[in-house]
């Protein structure tokens, strides 16, 4: 008790950029540190959930009432929605597949952008948590602006590949005018994800970041990794599933650093 509770979120409007595994591994790599973290899966992909619970339990959980979806239509506190996962100090709000149709249930609603945000004030006071960590899904509407809305920071996954940074530029205006509205809002860094150092897509993609300033580049870069793909088979975080992996050094080392860096933000 007595924790700060920092909120980020993971979000680029861009598919597939490494989101998910990345909320998932630091999420992991964070509680193996010791912080308590509760994860919040805010995409009708599900992926989130299905990093921590096999389909068949991710499917029994989204057909029922104890999912985000639920929470946040009937604009509730989060606390009851919280499961625990079967790893000490990491707790998970899983999501479901109703969530494709959270935009039109925010539309009507009062102060529509703070709605999550509100949700999520019962946890966030109870300062049972170090973090939390909210998987954003890939778009730019209402839901996407309450994810951020309802963060302390957000992390970029860009992926290094011709196209990892294309429409990098819309998110970064995009988080802007959310400034408006949070302007606690911190960017806490792009993360170089999927690398692959047979190509050299890596600095292209550090060189083209660096025109845009005041944007900074977490050290550690993430780089391809096949275990990446059998732990998420198989339900768990790469460290969970092969600590000798690359990636699960990776993302150890990645935990560090954002811990280290949100740290400093202070709290909206
Ligand atoms: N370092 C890596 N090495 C190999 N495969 C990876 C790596 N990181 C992510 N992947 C794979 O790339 C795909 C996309 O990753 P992920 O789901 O994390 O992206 P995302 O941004 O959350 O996607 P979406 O926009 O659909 O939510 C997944 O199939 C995942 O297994
Ligand atoms: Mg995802």
């Known amino acids: 008790m007595g924790k700060k509770t920092r ?8 598919g597939g950029s490494g989101k998910t595994t990345t909320c998932a591994n630091v999420g992991y790599s964070l509680s193996l540190l010791g912080k308590k973290v509760l994860l919040i899966d805010g995409d009708m992909q599900m992926n989130l959930s299905l990093s921590f619970f096999s389909e068949e339990e ?8 104890k999912n985000l979806y639920y929470g946040v239509k009937k604009q509730e506190d989060l606390s009851d929605y919280r499961i625990t996962t079967p790893y000490e100090n990491l707790d998970l709000i899983p999501s479901s597949t109703l969530m494709s149709g959270i935009e ?15 949700c999520l004030a019962g946890i966030r006071e109870s300062c049972e948590y170090d973090y939390i960590l909210i998987d954003a899904p890939p ?3 209402g839901w996407v602006i309450n994810i951020l809305c ?6 970029l996954p860009v992926e290094a590949s011709p196209w990892g940074l294309f429409g990098v530029a819309n998110m970064f205006e995009f988080l802007e005018d959310v400034k408006k509205i ?3 809002l911190a960017l806490l860094g792009v993360v170089i994800t999927k690398l692959d150092a047979r190509k050299n897509y890596g600095r292209q993609t550090l060189e083209a970041l660096k025109a845009f300033e005041e944007v900074s580049v977490f050290s550690t870069v993430i780089r391809v990794d096949s275990e990446i793909e059998w732990a998420q088979d198989n339900s768990r975080p790469v460290y969970a599933y092969k600590k000798s992996a690359r990636s699960a050094l990776e993302y150890m080392e990645l935990a560090k650093e954002v811990d280290n860096y949100a740290r400093r933000i202070r709290q909206h």
């Open 58 to 65: 991710v499917l029994k959980l989204a057909s029922g009432e």
């Open 182 to 184: 949070a302007p606690g």
């Open 104 to 118: 039109y249930e925010l539309f009507t609603k009062w102060q529509r952008e703070m709605i999550l945000k509100n």
């Open 7 to 14: 909120i980020l979120a993971f979000a680029n409007n861009k």
């Open 139 to 141: 778009t730019l509407g």
């Open 150 to 155: 309802a963060s302390d920071g957000v992390i």
